[in-house]
């Protein structure tokens, strides 16, 4: 089981990015995929989550209206499309699958800096 993310990097304060996350090793359209992140000593917390068609999602309050998540089943990816960043976005952002058991990618940073 993989799950290898990709896309983040520095963006200044009110920028865009968008993460992905390559999954291989499962029944992808399965599992319920999710973003993650945590910012140094914070605890990790839920930030988006996509049901396994994909046709519901969930998104912690702190992020509502800019960012989004989206799944294409084809190609076993989930992205997050991440606009109007804010300095408080500043985290290693992490892709979750769940099913009966979780499996975790291995992060990557964003930095929202000026």
């Known amino acids: 089981v993989q799950l290898v993310e990709s896309g983040g990097g520095l963006v200044q304060p009110g920028g865009s990015l968008r993460l992905s996350c390559a999954a291989s090793?499962?029944?992808?359209?399965?599992?319920?995929m999710s973003w993650y992140r945590q910012a140094p000593g914070k605890e990790r917390e839920l930030v988006a989550t996509?049901?396994?068609?994909?046709?519901?999602?969930n998104y912690a309050d702190s992020v509502k209206g800019r960012f989004t998540i989206s799944r294409d089943n084809a190609k076993n990816t989930v992205y997050l499309q991440m606009n109007s960043l804010k300095p408080e976005d500043t985290a290693v952002y992490y892709c979750?699958?769940?099913?009966?058991?979780?499996?975790w990618g291995q992060g990557t940073q964003v930095t929202v800096s000026s």
């Open positions: 979750n699958a769940l099913r009966w058991i979780g499996y």
């Open positions: 090793g499962f029944t992808f359209s399965s599992y319920v």
């Open positions: 996509s049901t396994s068609a994909g046709g519901s999602t």
